[in-house]
């Protein structure tokens, strides 16, 4: 029955906290072979007068955004096809890469290489999955694809995975792996 115990300074709201403590869990599931159950996490608040370093009371700095939120709300913006609040969650250099197309480096570039690929698709998600990279948030969506190819023949249940990398709130690659080009090739009914 693994026990954490962390400090933290007053301050962050409830939600920060059930996310931390969420994630503390995940990590020593990791590791150990603990039902969520069986894992207790416990968090001590300090006022920030009780804390020095470097002989100066310290805040504790902002809580960083759920990563998973950031890609579903980057998802929706590109499927409503809002370009202007998908791109200002986007990070310097950030890049993207698609089944048949590596490096794509802005939104315009992705619109202009699918156009000929598919009328538009939609995302149906089965799930979302964040970790912590080396310097970066990890996120993985997955789920099915729906839409419709350039002749208006609609598709769905195309199987897909999104993973991306978030730095400092703002996300910085996107790779994408899907079934299109193997279900377009078969001709296999997709409706």
């Known amino acids: 029955m693994p026990i ?7 301050g962050y709201d409830t ?5 931390l403590g969420k994630a ?6 990791l590791v150990v072979p603990a039902s969520p159950d069986a894992i207790t996490v416990i968090l001590h608040e300090m ?9 100066t009371h310290r805040s504790g700095a902002p809580a960083l955004p759920d990563p998973c939120a950031i890609v579903r709300n980057y998802l ?3 499927e409503a096809r809002d370009l ?6 986007l990070g310097e250099g950030f890049v993207m890469n698609f089944p048949g197309a590596s490096g794509l480096n802005t939104l315009e570039d992705l619109i202009a290489w699918s156009k000929p690929r598919y009328r538009f698709v939609k995302k149906t998600y089965d799930g979302f999955e964040a970790l912590q990279g ?6 993985y969506s997955r789920g099915t694809l729906s839409g419709e190819w350039p002749d208006a023949t609609p598709f769905q249940g195309i199987r897909f995975i999104d993973r991306f990398e978030i730095t400092v709130g703002l996300i ?3 790779d994408v792996w899907n079934d299109i080009a193997e279900v377009k090739s078969a001709g296999a009914p997709t409706a």
């Open 4 to 10: 954490i115990e962390a400090h933290l300074l007053e």
């Open 15 to 19: 939600d920060t906290k059930t996310r």
């Open 24 to 29: 503390l869990t995940d990590a020593v599931q």
């Open 47 to 55: 006022p920030k007068a009780h804390y020095m370093r470097g002989g």
């Open 76 to 78: 929706a913006a590109m």
């Open 84 to 89: 202007e609040r998908a791109r200002a969650m």
């Open 134 to 139: 080396d310097g970066c948030a990890v996120v």
């Open 172 to 174: 910085t690659r996107q």
